[in-house]
C-alpha cells in the first residue's frame, strides 16, 4: 500500500495523472488500479479517473490489487504490411482501423497480435500487451510505426523517441488554407477539460511542437507535410484544429461532415507517411515511405479535381 499526500502543484490534476507522477506508474495502470477499487482519496474510494486532486489529500493506493489487462490474441489481420524486418525492428505499415497494441475496452485488431500470428518474436520490454511498442499510431490514423524485436533495440529507440531525434513525417488534407504556408505550433496540449476522450490546447498542458509546411493548396483544402517535435496524443489534429484548419474527415476536432461525405471519408485524413532514424544496431541512418491509402488517395485526387 503506497500512502502519500497530494502536493500543492499537482491540485487541479486528474487522479490517474496526479497518482502516476508520484508513484512513477503509467496513467493506464493507476486507471486500471481505480477500476479494481484499489485507489483511495481523503478516505473515499475513487471510482473515475477524470476525479480532481486537491493539495494536501491524503492518497492511499493499493498497489497489489489486480487490474485490468488486455490481452493478445495471435490473428493475421488483414492489410498490415511488414516493410522491414532484421534482427532487432520490425517497421509496419498500419492500416486504419488496426490499434498498435490490445487495450482495456478496445476490441479491435492490432499490431502486436499480428505480429504474434505472423510468428515475429518482438522485445518482451514494456507491458505485457504492449511489449516491443516504441511508438503508437491513433486507430483513426495509417502508416510507418517501428515495433523492436530485440531488448537492446527496445532500449535504444525508446531513448531516441524521448530525445526527438527520430524523424516522424506525417501527410496531412486539411480544410482551407493556413496562414501562412509555413510555421511552427507551439501551444501545450492536455487532456480536455469536459471530455475525455478528447485532447485540447489549453493553459497546464504539456508542451507540443509541430512543424508544417505546404505540399500543395487546392481550392478548398491543403496537403501538409507535418514533422512532430513532440508525439502527443492527437497532437497533429489538435494543433491544425486550432488553427482552424482540422483534418478533413475529423469531425471530432471541427472538420465538416459534408465535405468528408463528399469525399467517402470516414476518417481524418492523416497518414504517417515517412520514418527515419538511427538503426538501434547498426547505427546507420534508415528510413522507409508509405504511399496513401487508396481511401486517401481518392479523396485527395477528388479535392484536386476542384
Do not use: N
Request: charge should be negative; charged fraction near 20%.
Amino acid at each position: 500500500m503506497a500512502v502519500m499526500l497530494v502536493p500543492d502543484g499537482l491540485a487541479g490534476e486528474r487522479i490517474d495523472a496526479a497518482a502516476a507522477r508520484m508513484t512513477g506508474l503509467s496513467r493506464s495502470r493507476v486507471a486500471d488500479l481505480i477500476t479494481a477499487g484499489g485507489v483511495v482519496l481523503a478516505g473515499m474510494p475513487v471510482e473515475k479517473a477524470s476525479v480532481k486532486v486537491v493539495g494536501g489529500e491524503l492518497l492511499e493506493i493499493d498497489l497489489d490489487s489486480p487490474a485490468r489487462s488486455a490481452t493478445i490474441t495471435p490473428q493475421m489481420v488483414e492489410g498490415v504490411r511488414i516493410v522491414h524486418d532484421d534482427a532487432d525492428i520490425v517497421v509496419v505499415d498500419k492500416p486504419v482501423g488496426v490499434a498498435a497494441h490490445p487495450s482495456v475496452g478496445w476490441e479491435g485488431p492490432s499490431v502486436v497480435e499480428h505480429l504474434a500470428g505472423a510468428g515475429f518474436r518482438i522485445s518482451t520490454s514494456g507491458a505485457a500487451e504492449r511489449q516491443g511498442i516504441v511508438q503508437r499510431l491513433d486507430v483513426g490514423t495509417s502508416g510507418l510505426m517501428v515495433v523492436a524485436k530485440s531488448e537492446r533495440a527496445y532500449t535504444v529507440l525508446k531513448q531516441a523517441f524521448r530525445d526527438r531525434t527520430v524523424d516522424k513525417t506525417y501527410h496531412a488534407l486539411v480544410q482551407g488554407h493556413p496562414d501562412p504556408f509555413e510555421g511552427t505550433i507551439d501551444a501545450p496540449i492536455g487532456r480536455h477539460p469536459h471530455h475525455d476522450w478528447k485532447m485540447a490546447v489549453m493553459e497546464g498542458g504539456r508542451r507540443s511542437i509541430t512543424h508544417y509546411q505546404t505540399i500543395e493548396a487546392f481550392r478548398s483544402a491543403t496537403l501538409l507535410e507535418i514533422h512532430l517535435e513532440t508525439g502527443r496524443t492527437h497532437q497533429i489534429r489538435v494543433h491544425m484544429s486550432a488553427l482552424h484548419h482540422p483534418c478533413i474527415g475529423d469531425p471530432l476536432y471541427g472538420s465538416d461532415p459534408v465535405l468528408a461525405a463528399r469525399l467517402g471519408l470516414d476518417r481524418q485524413w492523416l497518414h504517417a507517411h515517412k520514418l527515419g532514424f538511427v538503426h538501434p544496431t547498426e547505427g546507420d541512418w534508415v528510413e522507409f515511405v508509405s504511399p496513401y491509402p487508396d481511401d486517401l488517395q481518392r479523396a485527395l485526387d477528388i479535392i484536386a479535381a476542384g
